[in-house]
């Protein structure tokens, strides 16, 4: 039926009008041409043809004849895609031979975009740990709702013998959802400790897998199973948490310098480094406007009333220097 549109389907699964044209065809007998004008498909699947005594009519196709063709079909699709991987595997074993080396335990680097991929692979790396889970969490206090659902991932962890330890900036102690988290796994295998700075996020499970950022906006992530690189990122992780400050520890306060804060100290040191307000604040895990006031008293502090005047003050009392 040349001009009209074909429907955009298979004898496999009609639309509703061929669906109820073919039964109609096969209770009566034949159908008259016109009752079948919403289904074209039914012609051009060969589903009804024309009565060669009546132009006029349309006689449906035995069922069986149908299904006996549409197997056929399957069958030759089936037996042209064995053709097609079997070449593709002959072409690929030719490369291989090549002695590229064939990745063993998954592969090494995996880019994980968006958020539901990144979650199934911490979800799945979860799962899969068995002796320890190293994590980093900057950008200071963690909100309530996202401790309240790590808790039962750690429950599950501490019940398979999992040992836990994570590390925050100095300020997520005063964020209230972080005490509570902790009370719930008090006397589990659980430590946690906090530095004035620490890197962006880091997920270690066992040693042999390692999730970090590849996104400002964490809009996608690396997955990494190198070894040569996870032992890296174990390593930093050990450096600083050696450096870090167990929790039941207080932090420093002050510093050996009237009116100087340990806090100011240490924007005093990524000042020095040339670092603008915004990143002082993502790496202390402070706000800006907090910042700022720290830098208003450090200022005052060293009797500083520009912000070149204060880069040399700083310099001058050694505060360019990270606190340890």
Known sequence: MSGQVAHPHGADRLCAAGERAYADALRCGRIARADAGDAPCLIDLGLLHPDPADPGWLLPTSPQVVMARLLRGIHEDIAA??????????????????????????????????????????????????????????????????????????????????????????????????????????????????????????????RTVAIIPAAADDSSALELRHPALVEYLATVFERLWRLAVPLADAVPVTTD???????????????????????????????????????SRLAEALGSSSRTQLGVRIAQSGLDAHPR
């Not at 053709?83 to 590229?100: D, I, K, V």
């Not at 924007?267 to 040339?274: K, M, R, T, Y």
């Not at 790496?283 to 907090?290: A, E």
């Open 81 to 206: 895609s064995q053709a097609r991987t079997g070449s593709a595997a002959a072409a690929f074993e030719r490369f291989a031979a090549l002695g590229a080396p064939v990745p063993s335990g998954g592969d090494a680097l995996r880019v994980l975009d968006g958020i539901p991929r990144i979650n199934a692979a911490i979800d799945d790396a979860i799962a899969a740990c068995t002796t320890e889970s190293l994590t980093i969490q900057p950008r200071g206090i963690r909100p309530e709702h996202i401790l309240s659902q790590a808790l039962p991932r750690a429950v599950d962890m501490l019940d398979r013998g999992v040992r836990i330890r994570t590390m925050y900036t100095h300020v997520a102690r005063y964020g209230t959802g972080l005490a509570d988290y902790l009370h719930q796994l008090e006397g589990r295998a659980v430590e946690v400790r906090t530095l004035d700075e620490v890197t962006e996020r880091l997920l270690l499970f066992d």
């Open 257 to 295: 310098i009237a009116g100087v804060t340990h806090r100011e100290r240490v924007i005093a040191a990524l000042l020095a480094e040339g670092h603008q307000d915004a990143v002082i604040a993502q790496r202390l895990g402070i706000s800006v406007r907090t910042c700022r006031h720290h830098i």
